[in-house]
T-cell receptor, first 116, second 114 residues
Framework: GAGVSQSPSNKVTEKGKDVELRCDPI?????LYWYRQSLGQGLEFLIY????????KSGLPSDRFSAERTGGSVSTLTIQRTQQEDSAVYLC??????????????FGPGTRLTVL | GENVEQHPSTLSVQEGDSAVIKCTYS??????FPWYKQELGKRPQLIID?????GEKKDQRIAVTLNKTAKHFSLHITETQPEDSAVYFC?????????????FGKGTKLSVKP
């Protein structure tokens, strides 16, 4: 079946511009995560959505970062007034939680963001 | 607080040798421990996982062991091959914990030399 998809796969932008990154989770998955991965580094947690609950935004590095999840499915990560240090790969993951679900996360291919 | 320590950060082995990566977790209530493999430029993919009610799990050349008393778990790769070269991440799942219940280690870069 279809896995987690993300778009765009690559995004080059100029410093100060806003960007939107999209994540389409696996159909039916109720949990959705965003991570940031700088070159050669680990997975930096950004935000977590679970069903209709309020998201866990504790990992967002600044108020320039925000995310939404509409209709419990597609999610958009928005970075306003981008800075060069925002350059990284942004990974989305989804998980089927609740009764019958597992604890396994499935990752998307990521969006490589480059801020010039 | 919740934390996963992963060692070593880099590991280089000769093809055919074994590789072992170890992770230590902090919360005894954690009950699920997955391992992800991330090849260069690719997404992390689950390769094996273990739940807290078992001590070992094997899948062909890879195995994971869990020591609940010492709160550590390890990934074992036998007869390594060049295609095993990747970054490996461990994680602990703690229901009700932070970061969406899943805490990742910082990763181990494994290089298998032919």
């Amino acid at each position: 079946g279809a896995g987690v998809s993300q778009s765009p796969s690559n995004k080059v932008t100029e410093k100060g511009k806003d960007v939107e990154l999209r994540c389409d989770p696996i159909s039916g998955h109720t949990a959705l995560y965003w991570y940031r991965q700088s070159l050669g580094q680990g997975l930096e947690f950004l935000i977590y959505f679970q069903g209709n609950s309020a998201p866990d935004k504790s990992g967002l590095p600044s108020d320039r970062f925000s995310a939404e999840r509409t209709g419990g499915s597609v999610s958009t990560l928005t970075i306003q007034r981008t800075q060069q240090e925002d350059s990284a790969v942004y990974l989305c993951a989804s998980k089927l939680s609740g009764r019958g679900g597992t604890d396994t996360q499935y990752f998307g291919p990521g969006t490589r963001l480059t801020v010039l | 607080g919740e934390n996963v320590e992963q060692h070593p950060s880099t590991l280089s082995v000769q093809e055919g040798d074994s590789a072992v990566i170890k992770c230590t977790y902090s919360d005894s209530a954690s009950n699920y421990f997955p391992w992800y493999k991330q090849e260069l430029g690719k997404r992390p993919q689950l390769i094996i996982d273990i739940r807290s009610n078992v001590g070992e799990k094997k899948d062909q050349r890879i195995a994971v062991t869990l020591n609940k008393t010492a709160k550590h778990f390890s990934l074992h790769i036998t007869e390594t091959q060049p295609e095993d070269s990747a970054v490996y991440f461990c994680a602990e799942f703690l229901r009700g914990g932070s970061q969406g219940n899943l805490i990742f280690g910082k990763g181990t870069k494994l290089s298998v030399k032919p």
